[in-house]
């Protein structure tokens, strides 16, 4: 049978197999972890604990339980294996060639090592273009809108405590447009807090590049935040809708979060069909715009235009997380889905990166 478990927030998943293990048993866990990862968008790490893994004697047991890594291992960079097993360290030999995350072997006693290292993320040394919008109307009501705090301060610390180097750009430059419903006491976060106290961060969001000076080949992925000013502006800008074609001509990752999937409204894919035309995708719902009182004011609905465009749309509960990855798109239905949608992002480099190695050096 199978023990499994979520111990930390990030998403660490412990799994404790005894016994014979059959490919039923994988079956709640594949369900188990796949919820997850449709609210987080990624798992911090695999912890498969079990001294002796008898379980593992049967092929079947043994063929399920690499299938079940190889399924999510773009969601997984670490996988630590607690074990005696002699048979588990040989499969931490055979996997290397077929699995892109990085696997290793701890002694049975050695638990709280093996925790640590899963907690120690490894540096990335890549630069992340985040997009904001100028837009500061909301529509003729005469209020401010902007971009939304919580969905660009959660995803800066998400890139930059994972050692990415971060540009800020817009399509104007400068100090973009801060919505203030999202600056309120109810919409701070430990993320708002830290970023609104962060001078070097204040001092980059002062200093926003102009987007029409961006060249898309100098980053390695690209991230939009939302805020119903994007469905302004950046859903028609001639230089967001060049950057975002640029990038995924590029084979590099896009996440767009909340509203911001209204970017693709005007975007054709190489073949010129709509980007998100037979893609999995999220975004901002109509329930959620609803209970914002802002389906008669903005310029279009993102779950709607998302459905017309030919997007596979799902989605969660309103306000609940929910980030969907369908390739190099990412996308991430509202402002609790912008943390988990930059930790996809963040995978989805590691994976491009661990295949692309592969691809290169094939007897690694």
């Known amino acids: 049978m199978l023990e499994f478990t979520m111990i930390e927030p990030g998403g660490i998943l412990h799994v404790k197999p005894s016994g014979a293990l059959t490919a039923e048993d994988f079956t709640e866990l594949n369900r188990f972890a796949d919820a997850h990862l449709g609210k987080n968008g990624t798992l911090a790490g695999l912890l ?22 190889r399924d999510h291992q773009r969601h997984i960079e670490r996988i630590a294996l607690v074990t005696d ?6 499969a931490e030999t055979l996997a290397d060639p077929f699995v892109a995350a990085d696997i290793r072997c701890f002694a049975f006693n050695q638990y709280g090592a093996a925790l640590h290292w899963l907690r120690t993320d490894r540096r990335m040394a890549v630069n992340v273009l985040v997009v904001l919008t100028s837009h500061d109307q909301l529509g003729s009501t005469g209020r401010k809108t902007g971009f939304w705090l919580e969905e660009l301060a959660s995803p800066y610390y998400v890139f930059t405590d994972a050692g990415a180097k971060v540009t800020l750009a817009s399509p104007k430059g400068g100090q973009p447009p801060l919505d203030p419903t999202s600056d309120r006491p ?41 805020g119903h000013g994007p469905l302004w502006d950046l859903a028609e800008d001639p230089e967001s809708i060049a950057l975002i074609q640029a990038t995924f001509a590029a084979a590099k990752p896009l996440a767009a979060v909340c509203h911001a999937p209204g970017v693709f409204r005007r975007v054709k894919s190489a073949t010129g069909e709509p980007l ?47 980030v969907v990855t369908d390739g190099l798109l990412i996308t991430g239905q509202n402002p609790a889905s912008s943390a988990p949608a930059a930790r996809a992002l963040l995978d989805q480099l590691r994976w491009t990166a661990a295949t692309s190695t592969s691809s290169h050096n094939p007897g690694k």
Do not use: C
């Not at 070097?200 to 029409?212: E, G, M, P, Y």
């Not at 799902?314 to 929910?322: I, L, P, R, T, V």
């Open 276 to 322: 998100v035309k037979g893609k999995a995708v999220t975004g901002f719902s109509n329930t959620e715009e609803r209970a914002a009182g802002l389906s008669d004011v903005v310029p279009f609905l993102v779950e709607d235009m998302l459905i017309e465009e030919g997007g596979a749309y799902s989605k969660e509960a309103d306000w609940q997380a929910h």
């Open 186 to 226: 109810e919409s701070s976060s430990d993320a708002t807090r830290r970023f609104k106290s962060d001078i070097a961060a204040q001092t980059a969001l002062a200093n926003t590049r102009r987007l029409r000076d961006i060249v898309a080949a100098d980053f390695d992925a690209v991230f939009y935040p939302g």
């Open 48 to 69: 498969i604990e079990a001294q002796s893994f008898p379980g593992w004697d049967s092929f079947a047991g043994f063929a399920a339980h690499v299938r079940f890594i």
């Open 85 to 90: 097993s002699a048979i588990a360290h040989l």
